[in-house]
Structure formats: C-alpha cells, structure tokens
C-alpha cells in the first residue's frame, strides 16, 4: 500500500513545459532589454574621451557614464559640453572652473574663484600656468545662466580661455562615473 501512494504522489507531480519556461526567459531578457535601454535614452549615456585636454585626470579612449537627470552646473564637476567653436556642436570634456555670479581670474600663479586660489598642487594636472596661451587681463564675472571651463591639462586646451563663458544649456551631462579601461573603473573627481 505504501508503494502505491508513493507512486500515486510522483505521478501526481506537475511536469514543467519546456516551452513555459522559454517563454519566461525571452520576457525576462525583454524587460531587461527595455530597462537598459530606457536608462541609457533618458538617464544616462556612455560617452568616449577623445583628445588630451583632460589629462592626466581622463585619458582618450576612457568610456564614461554621463547623465544631466536633475543636474544643476557646480563649480569642479567634469561635464560633457557642445562646444562653442571648433567643430561647433562636437561634444567635448571639461571642467567647471565658475558659476554663475563667481568672479574667475587666472595669473601666472594660478586660477581665482572669487579672490581664492584654486588648490591644484596635488601634481596630477599635467599642465603649466605661465604656458597659458590665453591670459586674461581682467577678472571676469560669470553671467546669468553661464559656466566657466577649463581642461585639467591647461596648456592643450580649447576652453573659456578661448571661447569665453559656456551657456548652461550647453551642458550635456555630468560626468558621473569611468567604465573603461577596467583598471581605472570608479568615479572621477
């Protein structure tokens, strides 16, 4: 008797369709397809680093994630801008030196944000004051709805030296994070 309620038991366990179980993983790899893709339309991007006016802080050929999700321009963030001249439109990388209603100076000495010098002395801005090409002559305050930019490597930079204050609006997105290379994976100050 015992053996026929144990058969009875096994017989009376749900098989598992093969095609159910297909079918699951298919709308599990769509939903998962959509996120990702949501998420990289309207939160984020992934943008290439070309060019050596980042260096030594990003170096071409580093894959970033990007977003303006909420974004607010503040002074030290690196930001993806539409650049103002050469090859107008043409996404670039930059740091944000000055906001609105900051005064910006830059002598042989350094760069001046509202009469304070920038600490820049941790020796990975590759790049010498007095090689600026473009020193200017007199303080300048940032206008309403305007940020002011400069690369890390000063002396191979196109940046508001050159091409003056940038519209906020001209502001693609906040860096946010390295993906690539993978030995430098993390944020990026």
Do not use: C, W
């Given at each position: 008797?015992?053996?026929?309620?144990?058969?009875?038991?096994?017989?009376?366990?749900?098989?598992?369709?093969?095609?159910?179980?297909?079918?699951?993983?298919?709308?599990?790899?769509?939903?998962?397809?959509?996120?990702?893709?949501?998420?990289?339309?309207?939160?984020?991007?992934?943008?290439?680093?070309?060019?050596?006016?980042?260096?030594?802080?990003?170096?071409?050929?580093?894959?970033?994630?990007?977003?303006?999700?909420?974004?607010?321009?503040?002074?030290?963030?690196?930001?993806?801008?539409?650049?103002?001249?050469?090859?107008?439109?043409?996404?670039?990388?930059?740091?944000?030196?000055?906001?609105?209603?900051?005064?910006?100076?830059?002598?042989?000495d350094g760069v001046y944000v509202n009469g304070e010098k920038l600490n820049e002395t941790?020796?990975?801005l590759g790049y010498t004051i007095n090689s600026y090409p473009y020193l200017p002559k007199?303080?300048?305050?940032?206008?309403?709805?305007?940020?002011?930019?400069?690369?890390?490597?000063?002396?191979?930079?196109?940046?508001s030296r050159s091409f003056g204050q940038v519209d906020e609006s001209a502001v693609i997105?906040?860096?946010?994070?390295?993906?690539?290379?993978?030995?430098?994976?993390?944020?990026?100050?």
């Amino acid at each position: 008797m015992e053996n026929e309620l144990l058969r009875t038991e096994t017989d009376a366990a749900p098989k598992k369709e093969p095609l159910r179980e297909i079918f699951l993983y298919v709308e599990l790899l769509a939903i998962t397809a959509t996120v990702i893709l949501l998420f990289f339309s309207f939160i984020a991007r992934i943008t290439v680093v070309e060019g050596g006016s980042m260096e030594n802080t990003l170096l071409g050929g580093d894959r970033l994630i990007v977003s303006d999700l909420f974004y607010t321009p503040e002074r030290g963030d690196i930001v993806i801008i539409h650049s103002p001249v050469v090859n107008k439109g043409e996404a670039i990388v930059k740091r944000i030196i000055a906001v609105e209603g900051d005064t910006v100076s830059i002598h042989e000495d350094g760069v001046y944000v509202n009469g304070e010098k920038l600490n820049e002395t941790d020796g990975s801005l590759g790049y010498t004051i007095n090689s600026y090409p473009y020193l200017p002559k007199a303080p300048q305050v940032i206008e309403k709805g305007k940020i002011f930019v400069l690369g890390d490597h000063r002396s191979n930079s196109l940046d508001s030296r050159s091409f003056g204050q940038v519209d906020e609006s001209a502001v693609i997105g906040r860096v946010l994070f390295r993906i690539f290379p993978l030995s430098s994976f993390g944020t990026v100050d």
